[in-house]
């Protein structure tokens, strides 16, 4: 009798256990939370700067992490708050006039908040597109370059704007584990206000140092950049 009664005991709990991650995610939860990371190949736009004599900027790799905040709209819509730590810039290559064009990089780091909309497909891996604006708050600016054999860093925090603000759209696929959901997702972000202000900087190398003035109009940027992030969000 007590073997029987054991069996039907281990019977009941392994069912559980197995109906468990089934369960967790067939209920309707209002919230999730969670952790987002990944890779920022981050881009700068200079429609001034666009002629064949001019440097150009190719994409500079950085990394992102922040928070996840989902809040269950719908059955298949939900809006998605990610405040989050993101590395900007660009790589600056050589111009025709190595002098005055010389190679480097500007580097950024801010504080974003994505207010995203995403719309899911199918009913347990669920492909997903998601879009919304970004607005930004800028922590540091730097740039570095090669000039003569010395190596120049300044500080662009001055002729930097403190605010930021853009579109972003992408998707990705999301899976259901025991526990929560699992992402991975590709989106742009694609800046809509100019970061430049006019003013002065100075650069400076072993003792050496000089000053580069920038245009607002001129000189005016805006910052881009494609993401590949993975993340994973936990019902509340």
């Known amino acids: 009798m007590k073997k029987v009664t054991y ?33 920022n190949f981050a881009d700068m736009h200079f429609p001034n700067h666009q002629g064949p004599d001019d440097q150009e900027i190719k994409a500079l790799l950085g990394f992102g992490a922040g928070a996840v905040l989902d809040i269950h709209l719908s059955e298949h819509i939900f809006a ?13 290559e050589e111009g025709t006039d190595p002098v005055n064009q010389p190679e480097g990089q500007i580097k950024s780091s801010s504080i974003e908040i994505p207010i995203l909309i995403q719309y899911t497909f199918g009913n347990n891996i669920k492909p997903y597109l998601i879009a919304g604006p970004t607005v930004g708050y800028n922590l540091k600016s730097d740039i570095e370059f090669d000039l003569t054999g010395l190596k120049f860093k300044g500080d ?20 259901p584990v025991g526990f929560g959901k699992i992402f991975l997702e590709g989106r742009y972000i694609f800046g809509l206000m100019n970061q430049r202000k006019s003013g002065t900087t100075t650069v400076s190398s072993n003792g050496f140092q000089f000053e580069l003035d920038a245009d607002k109009e001129e000189d005016k940027y805006t910052n881009r950049g494609f993401q590949l992030l993975l993340g994973i969000t936990l019902p509340i």
């Open 7 to 39: 069996l039907i005991i281990v019977f009941i709990m392994c069912g559980a256990m197995s109906a468990y991650p089934q369960s967790r995610e067939n209920q309707t939860n209002k919230f999730s939370i969670g952790f987002i990371g990944g890779l």
């Open 156 to 175: 662009l925090k001055e002729v930097t704007e403190t605010f930021d603000l853009g579109l972003t759209f992408g998707g990705g696929i999301q899976v």
């Open 80 to 92: 998605r708050i990610e405040p989050m730590y993101l590395q900007k810039g660009g790589k600056i």
